[in-house]
């Protein structure tokens, strides 16, 4: 049930439609130079060559030792390395956590509505670059959009997108990073070499078998991950005891003494540093974005290779 859009806590399709207008303002703030002099004037903003294979051939002197062929080589037992040729149209994939946890925001707007925002601009920017869009939501069932080109491909992940944001009060299953994992299995099989896909994760779906299935996909692919956290992730609230609630239960969180606020800071700065670790091993480019982070800036800066993947330093009064 997609219910009725609630600023900053549930959007609708014309609240990601709009984010249309913004995509100058990223293609600006992503803009850098292609490390890949085949590119021409049509600069992606993902590492990565935007090739697809074409054939092996035996290792020269000088060739890359990430393209080694493993399988004609263990079948030959001579070296060979892999062949590609610029990738005629490319594809772009969203990957979109549907943990309860995306569900949650204390500044601006929920996790589950930046991830969406994020997604959105970059699948905008995507087809203006002629790209095909393709996402995968995570979930008991997996649902997944393969690609599509054009303004019918971008609409029909928009869509999706606003079906898949969770409902606001649901419990963990404990069963989230599963779900992840197998999202991004699905994600794989339908994807050609050379394509870039954007995750958008809660840092606690980011488990070791979820780390497996990135560094997976990362083997044919660009990656990029953002990783949504809210500002009270960042740095504690100030002292005082709070009432919390999940829209059917209230409890009482203390954080009035310094010890109380010193866990809380080391609790999330452990979690945020792991994930980011796991992402990394990966071959993942990672940032932190917190939830009252404009998107089109945070994007940018992911895609220039200049984001923030650390919480801020403050002293626990």
Same mark, same amino acid.
């Given at each position: ?66 393209? @080694? ?162 500002? @009270? ?14 829209? *059917? ?15 809380? *800071? ?7 540093? *792991? ?8 071959g993942a480019r990672v940032a932190l974005v917190p939830t009252d982070a404009d998107p089109v800036d945070a994007l940018g800066a992911l895609l220039r290779g200049a984001a923030r993947t650390e919480a801020h330093d403050e002293a626990v009064a």
């Open positions: 049930m997609q219910g009725e859009a609630i600023p900053g806590v549930r959007f609708d399709l014309r609240e990601l439609i709009t984010l249309r207008g913004q995509i100058t303002r990223l293609a600006r703030l992503a803009q850098r130079r292609s490390a890949d002099t085949l590119s021409g004037a049509n600069h992606s903003p993902f590492r990565g060559r935007g090739m697809e294979y074409a054939e092996s051939r035996p290792y020269a002197s000088g060739d890359d030792v990430r393209h @080694i062929d493993w399988r004609v080589t263990a079948r030959s037992g001579r070296t060979h390395t892999k062949l590609f040729q610029p990738e005629r149209e490319r594809t772009t994939a969203v990957v979109y956590d549907r943990a309860p946890a995306m569900a949650f925001g204390t500044r601006r707007c929920f996790k589950s509505v930046q991830a969406a925002h994020l997604a959105a601009l970059m699948l905008w920017l995507a087809a203006q670059e002629g790209h095909r869009l393709a996402a995968t939501g995570s979930g008991e069932t997996v649902e997944l959009m393969p690609p599509l080109g054009g303004r019918r491909g971008v609409l029909r992940v928009l869509d999706a997108l606003v079906r898949w944001q969770p409902p606001s009060g649901a419990q963990e299953s404990g069963a989230e990073a599963e779900h992840l994992a197998r999202a991004l299995e699905a994600l794989r099989r339908v994807l050609r070499p050379g394509s870039q896909v954007l995750l958008l994760l809660d840092p606690r779906s980011v488990d070791v078998p979820v780390a497996a299935a990135v560094a997976r996909l990362r083997a044919h692919h660009d990656l990029a991950a953002c990783l949504i956290v809210d500002p @009270i992730e960042l740095a504690p609230p100030p002292p005082d005891d709070y009432r919390i609630g999940d829209g *059917q239960h209230i409890g009482h969180l203390h954080l009035e003494a310094r010890e109380a606020r010193r866990r809380w *800071q080391a609790h999330f700065s452990g979690l945020h540093a *792991q994930a980011v670790e796991r992402l990394r091993r990966a």
